[in-house]
T-cell receptor, first 117, second 117 residues
């Protein structure tokens, strides 16, 4: 079974600065998808960014980018120019390629990000 | 607006009672999911459904039941057999496209907080 580990329970960053959240995962599969979700105080899960394992190029979405290291099974999230609205719990998630139960997402335990003004 | 709705936002239940959580989506997604979130934990999959009239158990299905009579709706019943039902429950949906699995990102509703008194 796949596992996802987020080793930083809490992180903090100054407004306008850059922060990197870590995520590692364990899998024997070669094709899969990785996600970062944000959960603000409202508790709704919001997709931040997605990475397909077969793509070598790191995904980017505006101020959010990832550093995907397939061999190391590492998938970190970099937030540039941090804003107060970025404060939230961030979850890393893994999904297998294919159908059936592979559709499920396996989540890490999350990293609580605080943004200081 | 397209999206996923969950109701109610807060729900209180007495021990020994069954209770049903609602999840509706108007995104025309085929697949729907129920996750449970406990403090300090990531999300864990309870049940999922890839098409109407079909659903599968996830990792923690004991004490829960679901139905999928309509594409738009995937209600979750928390039965009295669930030993520790107090948690935050999140519903999600995804296109479940057999043509392009890479677009099969899960989108989440706002959640229901269930408390057993």
């Amino acid at each position: 079974a796949q596992t996802v580990t987020q080793s930083q329970p809490e992180m903090s960053v100054q407004e306008a600065e850059t922060v990197t959240l870590s995520c590692t995962y364990d899998t024997s599969e070669s094709d899969y998808y990785l996600f970062w979700y944000k959960q603000p105080p409202s508790r709704q899960m919001i997709l931040v960014i997605r990475q397909e394992a077969y793509k070598q190029q790191n995904a980017t979405e505006n101020r959010f980018s990832v550093n995907f290291q397939k061999a190391a099974k590492s998938f970190s999230l970099k937030i540039s120019d941090s804003q107060l609205g970025d404060a939230a719990m961030y979850f890393c998630a893994y999904r297998s390629e294919g159908g059936g139960s592979n559709y499920k997402l396996t989540f890490g335990k999350g990293t609580l990000l605080t943004v200081n003004p | 607006d397209g999206g996923i709705t969950q109701s109610p936002k807060y729900l209180f239940r007495k021990e020994g009672q069954n209770v049903t959580l609602s999840c509706e989506q108007n995104l025309n997604h085929d697949a729907m999911y129920w996750y449970r979130q406990d403090p300090g934990q990531g999300l864990r999959l309870i049940y999922y459904s890839q098409i109407v009239n079909d659903f599968q158990k996830g990792d923690i299905a004991e004490g829960y039941s679901v139905s999928r009579e309509k594409k738009e709706s995937f209600p979750l019943t928390v039965t009295s057999a669930q030993k520790n039902p107090t948690a935050f429950y999140l519903c999600a949906s995804s296109p479940n496209s057999p043509i392009s699995a890479s677009t099969d990102t899960q989108y989440f509703g706002p959640g229901t907080r269930l408390t057993v008194l």
